[in-house]
């Protein structure tokens, strides 16, 4: 992993959503310029102690962006080369990171390599690209059957055994890095065998031995995956899936079991920590109760791994993810053209991002520190971290009443709210804190 990435704490974003994109590509020849509408919000996410900017797909696609139909252009409905080089040179000038995310796994069906094959068929140059089978008697416009991601038509995907894929994988990746990303999200990477990361990756680090690559794995042993490819980090659903359901459902002991296998994973790799992204329901809406919320950010904040925040989880914006055509709509909604758009009812919010992630800031050793707990019960949660000569207590109350719990060596709270008592301290209703300890 590059050094930098250690300090790295990133604002995640869904471009096309976020500019408000249409829903289908542009016919041809025309362009939106539709990325100054993000660019205007790079002094936001330092505002809030972000200092990485990453971007959903901003290729060309048919859709959503992740039907990919040119890796090497920028979708005209986001704008043009000129754009994204303004984007990247604005971050920089910030000294934010820029991460991009590559899709694939798999390309639109009407990605013109694909198209080939179906005008050409088994003669076509791209046949090589994709796992396809030819019904007999195939005539010129007859698509064959293809292998598809998730049940998916429109996304057909690669052959990744085939040396074609891994070479065109390798330029596209090279190329952005090029025109200044700092590095890629790899999509659906769990689909993927860690073997063609392991072909892939050794070359675009050889030119860019600085980036930053993290998969995004749902499921499936993360020290292997991370291990066999030769990635930096994956996805940390695991931990994901304890913070919010445990919180929704008041069993910190699914919390705690999670934070003892986070533990696990941190001896081998520091995985990509979250509590929103654009495939999931939003944190202010999963956590069930407003007032838990503070704990879910609580935990992001002082665990080891490296931190994302999807975008509007920062204002407290609600969402709830459907598994429907048009899905993901509540958890991806367009954004003001600036800042002053938001509404006041999100700075408290906002406000408690900025206090955890300044005391993230100031605990640079958070990033590779494994938790130890202290007390479980179904609504009280204690548990330390250490490093570099010091340890800090994180103590959550999802109860209707005060709890003391057990807090031996609690000193300072440095955020949130709590009474220190003699190796205790007393939470209030719904309350948290972090303390010196």
């Not at 704490?9 to 959503?17: A, D, E, G, R, T």
């Not at 790899?186 to 680090?205: C, I, K, M, N």
């Not at 992204?277 to 007032?291: F, L, Y």
């Amino acid at each position: 992993m590059p050094t930098w990435a250690s300090d790295a704490i990133w604002w995640q974003v869904h471009p096309l959503s976020f500019t408000g994109a249409e829903r289908e590509a542009l016919p041809p020849g025309e362009v939106r310029h539709r990325l100054p509408h993000l660019q205007r919000w790079l002094d936001h996410l330092l505002a809030l102690g972000c200092n990485g900017l990453a971007l959903g797909p901003i290729a060309a696609s048919s859709t959503h962006g992740y039907d990919t139909v040119d890796h090497f252009r920028v979708d005209p409905r986001l704008g043009d080369d000129a754009d994204v080089d303004a984007l990247f040179a604005a971050a920089r000038e910030r000294g934010i990171r820029v991460l991009l995310d590559g899709v694939f796994n798999h390309v639109g069906r009407e990605h013109p390599a694909f198209r080939a094959v179906v005008e050409q068929g088994p003669g076509a140059p791209t046949a090589e690209l994709f796992r396809l089978s030819w019904p007999e008697g195939w005539t010129p416009g007859t698509a064959p059957r293809a292998d598809v991601f998730e049940g998916h038509d429109i996304l057909v995907e690669l052959d990744h055994s085939s040396p074609a894929v891994a070479d065109l994988v390798t330029r596209v990746m090279t190329h952005w890095l090029d025109r200044g990303a700092d590095g890629w999200r790899l999509d659906a990477a769990y689909a993927v065998p860690p073997s063609f990361w392991a072909r892939v990756l050794p070359a675009v680090r050889a030119a860019h031995p600085g980036a930053y690559v993290v998969g995004e794995v749902i499921h499936g042993d993360y020290p292997r995956i991370v291990a066999e490819g030769g990635l930096d980090s994956v996805t940390q659903y695991e931990l994901w899936q304890a913070v919010w359901h445990g919180l929704a459902e008041r069993n910190l002991f699914e919390l705690a079991w999670s934070l003892q296998r986070h533990g696990e994973f941190l001896r081998s790799f520091v995985p990509w920590t979250f509590v929103g992204n654009h495939d999931v329901t939003r944190i202010a809406s999963a956590v069930g109760d407003p007032r838990h919320l503070p704990h879910a950010l609580a935990v992001l904040f002082t665990v080891g791994g490296t931190p994302a925040v999807w975008a509007g989880d920062d204002h407290a914006f609600t969402g709830v993810k459907e598994h429907r055509a048009g899905g993901d709509d509540a958890v991806r909604p367009p954004f003001p053209a600036d800042p002053t758009g938001l509404s006041p009812l999100g700075a408290p919010t906002f406000a408690v991002h900025q206090e955890l992630i300044g005391l993230r800031r100031r605990h640079r050793w958070l990033h590779t520190a494994a938790s130890e707990q202290v007390h479980v019960a179904n609504e009280q949660l204690v548990y330390a971290v250490a490093g570099d000569g010091q340890r800090l207590l994180v103590a959550l109350n999802l109860g209707d009443a005060a709890a003391r719990v057990p807090a031996p060596r609690a000193g300072t709270v440095l955020a949130g709210a709590a009474t220190v008592r003699r190796d205790a301290v007393e939470l209030p209703p719904h309350g948290w804190a972090v303390l010196t300890g």
